[in-house]
């Protein structure tokens, strides 16, 4: 049962480009969160998402940042004109519910780095 | 709002030497869980731990143990005999009803164990 996928791994970006990041959860996951690490900070929630719904996006920056979950593929984060400030590893998690006690699993990450 | 705390930012011990973290938690919540995260320099994040709020046992699992005690909203992380391998950063967070089911961490604390 392969865990929570994220791709890719590392993605270099020029100021002004699009960055899209990538999410697929484990298998029989409908829910998934992105988290934002920036450098030498801790992870910060941006949004929740369920198939086709996005849930909470309280902690998404309101400019040039969009998530989306489709009912087929990945879950989809994507940076319009990205800036230096945007360079972080990006989490995305996944649970089986929404309900509180199910579990998230952490994907390996997503470090974009802008230049 | 809910808030976690690890004021600890850096701690370097000596191989075989014992080293705890501290958490402290925020929450008007009365039912909660707490978690503990080990990101290794890989930059993967491991789930070490759950605890609920009704479950106040303290838990060891091999050289880790944990002390919870609601009284002091503090939910501590001792590293038994260090090891090399246990250098990383260790992040505590919070999931509670009110906030949905976003994970709110604490902003880590860095361990360097050396040989």
């Known amino acids: 049962n392969a865990g929570v996928m994220q791709n890719p791994r590392h993605l270099v970006r020029r100021r002004g480009q699009e960055a899209r990041l990538r999410c697929s959860p484990m298998?029989?996951?409908?829910?998934v969160y992105w988290y934002r690490q920036l450098p030498e900070e801790g992870l910060k929630f941006m949004v929740y998402?369920?198939?086709?719904?996005?849930?909470?996006e309280s902690g998404m920056p309101k400019e040039r940042f969009s998530a989306e979950f489709p009912k087929e593929g990945p879950s989809i984060l994507r940076i319009q004109q990205v800036v230096r400030g945007d360079s972080a590893a990006y989490f995305c998690?996944?649970?089986?519910?929404?309900?509180?006690?199910?579990?998230?699993?952490f994907g390996p990450g997503t470090r974009l780095t802008v230049t | 709002a809910q808030k976690v705390t690890q004021a600890q930012t850096e701690i370097s011990v000596v191989e075989k030497e014992d080293v705890t973290l501290d958490c402290v938690y925020e929450?008007?919540?009365?039912?909660?869980?707490l978690f503990w995260y080990k990101q290794p320099p890989s930059g993967e994040l491991v789930f070490l731990i759950r605890?609920?709020?009704?479950?106040?046992q303290n838990e060891i699992s091999g050289r880790y143990s944990w002390n919870f005690q609601k009284s002091t909203s503090s939910f501590n992380f001792t590293i038994t005999a260090s090891q090399v391998v246990d250098s990383a950063v260790y992040f505590c967070a919070l999931r509670t009803q009110a906030a949905g089911n976003k994970l709110t961490f604490g902003g880590g604390t860095r361990v360097l164990v050396k040989p």
């Open positions: 929450t008007r919540d009365t039912t909660y869980y």
């Open positions: 998402l369920q198939k086709e719904n996005i849930i909470d």
């Open positions: 298998k029989g996951h409908s829910h």
């Open positions: 605890r609920n709020s009704f479950d106040e």
């Open positions: 998690a996944s649970s089986r519910m929404g309900q509180d006690h199910y579990e998230q699993y």
